[in-house]
């Protein structure tokens, strides 16, 4: 036991009691490690702090080793896991800071602020890092829009995203929208972020330099998000829409002047260190930049600037308001400090200062009300690796087959475009500004966004991904396949992928069976990255998403970055013009477990999904990226979800926003062999991408196949536009006229989301 270090309670706070502790979500044995830890019982304002940064959401305690397994380094990395963001290295001095994070929780009880302020806060870990943010993404999973709740969770989350990200001036450049039963009772907002920065100008949030001093800069404190960390850190219940006042309330036009002055105080060299106040607050951002640093810090909550009056130092520590940023400076620079901030209309209040003693100490009028060794304040909590072991439903799953009579083909493209999770997103990012700052070059509805860096001729792609049916009915082969489709997309692009965030949401792990789809899956992303050379530079973990109706499947989403060296050899996802020819690139076998023809059309999630097989994804990105740098290809798209037949369609249909369609003539007679009508039309077999090039190019291209061994077989050719998709497989002739598809394609959410707006529930 360490020497007792004297704090007392603030007067009128509550009595530490069993029932207390258990408000805090603290069990017996972590509270029993606070007595040791302290060597005294904890005042309440004490006990606040554990229960924040001892909660899942802040201390990984079922996850952190398992995370230590990913890779994480490379030349390309400047900064890996454990600060604000990951940071890559890109040409001639320019770098890339990128994450991803979930707001689940929040968004469950009230949407629209739940997704904007998790857009807020993705953005801030991006600029503190001393990048400015050039593009948002994100994931978003809700239960089916035949549900009045789940469209009015949907439409608010949309909202959300775009009234934040449009208000502050950063384009909405990717993502990815999906829908299916588990996520009725527990909706997932994924944002991702990304910045733009002078490697030079890196800065890490790391408290340095005893007697330095700590400011609390932008918007005041109130009593909006209080316990957010450990909200985010339970089951979602019947009583979670109680918990609707602890959802913070963001305000983009102060984050927009917080980005401003944040980023001339770091390339001003007027800070030492800088933390966004995000999860946990106050707490979190001097506790972490104090340990980071190897220091203490003692912090006066009687100096915060607060909305509210009366707030207590508990109350004051764990508000989650947003747009707050803790810095530490050195005193000579104060009034630089208060300058710059002035200019920017924000306050600069000095709360705290570094001290040498490693205490974690809050004081408030003279009182001392905490004290805290702060190094085990922030790695002392207990760890947990629980069983993990494979569900028998699972396994009975990956056996089973659906029944019944397969449906006509043609029927059944129809039926997987029209399913929300397929269909077009335009209804979803027309809501985004794609164009902002002028320098995106593909926008929202292609494989993957690319965005211009400066005036440079080079520039990022970025994607989003991930098949939670893949994951759960085999989550290794589910997380390898998670980074592989985001590699696809990436270079479809004709960009070479750098490296990924992650954010992986899951429910309990004190289940051992989605422990086990946890352990799975991050070994299957840790397999992945390490064959692509593509580190894992940070992210978050998300559990507890479940409700009484059950866990959600296992998502791990996938956030990827990849450079491309010349933006204007970007190849587009869509048909360009009448006679290219078409070619399939990858082998095709006819996997169907697991697949949307299988859920969608079948009404079935079962089966083996496809296994990944790393070395011919590997080969597939080399060929897309080599082929676009020969400005060899007029169009690339890989086969995800509903196979060649929805790739094929999509191609066809244009972009969200095309004025014309092509027709495209396919026959599969000679490549017939063994695998069924279904399994070529629908069945989705990993390392594969549909390509269109002038019929002058094929030859070239077919040369690369051969040389990096990846199948190539040419199957047809674009035809004249507003024409059909045609596909003859011997006897058999199968033909959708484009602008039919095109119409159920497009049509299939604006259908469903046109009462969203008249079935509002509060």
Avoid at 237 to 253: L, M, W
Avoid at 313 to 332: D, G, K, T, W
Avoid at 570 to 597: C, K, M, N, W
Avoid at 613 to 635: G, I, P, Y
Wanted: a negative charge.
């Amino acid at each position: 036991m360490t020497p007792a270090v004297l704090a007392t309670p603030f007067p009128g706070e509550r009595t530490v009691t069993e029932a207390v502790i258990g408000e805090h979500k603290l069990n017996a044995g972590e509270y029993e490690a606070i007595l040791t830890l302290l060597g005294r019982t904890p005042t309440l304002t004490e006990l606040g702090i554990f229960s924040a940064l001892w909660s899942e959401h802040c201390s990984y305690k079922h996850t952190k080793h398992i995370l230590r397994k990913f890779p994480v380094d490379g030349p390309q990395v400047v900064q890996g896991p454990g600060e604000n963001a990951g940071v890559l290295r890109l040409p001639e001095g320019w770098a890339v800071a990128f994450k991803i994070e979930s707001h689940n929780h929040p968004t469950a009880v009230e949407p629209h602020q739940g997704a904007a302020t998790g857009v807020g806060g993705i953005l801030r870990d991006v600029f503190t890092m001393g990048a400015r943010p050039v593009a948002v993404l994100n994931s978003l999973r809700f239960g089916p829009l035949d549900e009045p709740r789940n469209r009015f969770l949907f439409a608010g989350a949309v909202k959300g995203v775009g009234d934040y990200g449009n208000c502050i001036g950063v384009p909405t450049l990717g993502g990815e929208v999906a829908f299916a039963p588990c996520y009725s009772g527990n909706p997932l907002v994924n944002a991702m972020a990304v910045g733009i920065l002078r490697e030079a100008d890196l800065i890490r949030a790391s408290a340095e330099g005893v007697g330095n001093i700590l400011l609390a800069v932008g918007a005041k404190t109130g009593r909006d998000g209080i316990h957010g960390a450990s909200f985010a850190s339970e089951d979602l219940t019947a009583e979670s829409e109680k918990r609707r006042p602890q959802v913070q309330i963001g305000d983009p036009f102060t984050e927009k002047l917080l980005l401003e002055a944040s980023l001339e105080l770091i390339t001003g060299r007027y800070i030492v260190a800088i933390q966004d106040m995000g999860a946990a607050g106050l707490t979190s951002s001097s506790a972490e930049m104090a340990a980071r640093g190897g220091v203490g810090v003692e912090l006066d909550t009687s100096k915060v600037p607060t909305r509210e009056t009366g707030m207590t130092p508990y109350e004051i520590m764990l508000s989650e308001s947003q747009e707050r940023m803790l810095v530490v400076a050195e005193p000579s620079r104060l009034d630089e400090i208060i300058r710059v901030c002035r200019k920017w209309d924000l306050d600069a209040t000095t709360v705290g200062r570094v001290t040498d003693d490693g205490l974690f100490r809050i004081v408030h009028d003279g009182r001392t009300v905490a004290a805290i060794p702060g190094q085990q304040l922030v790695e002392g909590c207990p760890r947990y690796a629980p069983p993990a072991v494979e569900g028998a439903e699972v396994a009975a799953r990956r056996a089973r087959r659906p029944e019944g009579p397969e449906p006509d083909p043609a029927s059944a493209l129809e039926r997987l475009l029209d399913a929300p999770t397929i269909a077009s997103k335009r209804w979803v990012f027309e809501q985004y500004d794609g164009t902002v700052r002028a320098g995106s070059v593909v926008t929202p509805g292609g494989d993957a966004g690319i965005l211009r860096v400066a005036d440079r001729t080079f520039g990022i792609a970025m994607t989003v991904d991930g098949n939670s049916r893949h994951v759960l009915l085999d989550p290794y082969e589910g997380g390898k396949g998670a980074v592989a489709e985001a590699a696809r997309n990436i270079a479809c692009t004709g960009a070479r992928p750098l490296g990924i965030t992650d954010c992986l949401n899951f429910g309990s792990p004190e289940t051992p069976s989605i422990y086990f789809q946890f352990v799975e899956a991050c070994r299957g992303i840790a397999d992945a990255c390490r064959a692509f050379g593509t580190p894992v530079t940070g992210g978050n973990v998300s559990l507890y998403n479940q409700s009484p109706a059950g866990a959600i499947d296992p998502t791990p989403t996938i956030g990827m970055i990849g450079i491309i060296g010349d933006v204007r050899k970007a190849v587009p996802s869509h048909f360009q013009q009448r006679g290219d020819a078409i070619l399939l690139l990858g082998r095709t076998e006819g996997h169907l477990g697991g697949s949307a023809y299988w859920a969608e059309v079948l009404d079935t999630v079962a089966g083996a999904p496809p296994p990944i097989d790393l070395t011919a994804e590997r080969a597939l990105q080399e060929f897309l990226v080599r082929a676009a740098e020969q400005e060899l290809l007029c169009s690339a798209h890989d086969l995800s979800d509903g196979g060649l037949s929805v790739a094929l369609a999509e191609c066809c249909i244009g972009g969200p926003w095309a004025t014309q369609v092509f027709g495209a003539q396919l026959d599969l007679t000679d490549h017939a062999d063994a695998v069924s009508v279904q399994g070529w039309l629908f069945g989705e077999d990993g390392a594969r991408a549909v390509i269109s090039s002038t019929r002058a190019n094929v030859p070239a291209l077919q040369r690369l196949a051969i040389e990096l061994g990846v199948p190539c077989l040419h199957l047809g050719q674009t035809a004249e536009a507003e024409g059909s998709i045609v596909i003859v497989r011997g006897h058999h002739t199968w033909r959708w006229p484009v602008r039919h598809l095109r119409m159920i394609y497009q049509s299939a959410i604006p259908r469903r989301m046109s009462d969203a707006f008249t079935n509002r529930e509060s």
